[in-house]
Structure formats: C-alpha cells, structure tokens
C-alpha cells in the first residue's frame, strides 16, 4: 500500500512539473544582470560602512566609559585631598601650641638670661 500510494505521488509530481519556457531577450537579461551587479557592489559597500558605523559606536561607547571612569577618579583625588587638608589642619591644631609661639620664646629666653645673672651674681663691670 505504501509503495502504490509513493508511485501514484511520483506520477502526479512528474506530470505537474513540466512547464513551458519563455523566451527572454538578452538586453534584458543584460540589464537584470548588470542590475544584479550593482547591488552587490552597493551591498558590499554598505555592509563596510556599517562595519565602520559600528566600530565608531563601540569606540564612543568605550569613550564614554573612559570619561566615566575619570570622572570618578578625579571625584575620588578631591575627596582625598580634603580629607589631607583637614589632616594637615588637625596637625597644624596641635603642632602650633602656645609655646610653639616665637615671642614666647624670645621673653623666655630674656627671663632665663635674667635670672642666670641674678644667680650666678654676675655684674657689669662698674
């Protein structure tokens, strides 16, 4: 049964496949296929700038993450250095005591000579 059945079907697809051909000129066919050949000429250089479009985009796209990245660098580095501002702040608090002072020094400096000549009883000669 399905030998007969594929036989009948191979008969039926013989008997509906011839068709007549038609006859075309050849300034016709010269045109189609020089039409043809322009696409693809057109097609290939569509297809390079697309390439290139698409290059230029991952390029602006890794720009912009370059700029991104920079940006939070530099948002980081100010950060940074106000914190080491105000580190060098506290330092200058507690470096620049009251007798850090120079005229402190200068007045002790005269009551310690003052008080070695009073000591050591030493006087002018008279």
């Known amino acids: ?3 007969v059945f594929f036989l009948l079907l191979v008969l039926i697809t ?3 496949y011839s068709q007549d051909t038609i ?3 050849q300034e016709e066919l010269n045109n189609f296929f020089l039409s043809v050949d322009t696409l693809k000429e057109q097609d290939s ?5 697309i390439s290139d479009l698409e290059l230029q985009i991952k390029n602006y796209n890794l720009l912009s993450n370059q700029d991104s990245l920079i940006f939070s660098y530099k948002n980081q580095e100010i950060d940074l250095l106000r914190h080491q501002i105000k580190l060098y702040d506290d330092r200058l608090k507690q470096v620049d005591k009251w007798y850090k002072k120079p005229w402190i020094g200068v007045v002790s400096g005269v009551v310690a000579t003052l008080i ?3 000591v050591i009883d030493y006087s002018l000669p008279k």
């Not at 250089?45 to 700038?49: D, G, N, P």
């Open 116 to 118: 070695t000549i009073h």
């Open 45 to 49: 250089i569509k297809t390079v700038l």
């Open 14 to 16: 013989l008997k509906g």
């Open 23 to 25: 006859q075309i000129p």
């Open 1 to 3: 049964m399905r030998n």
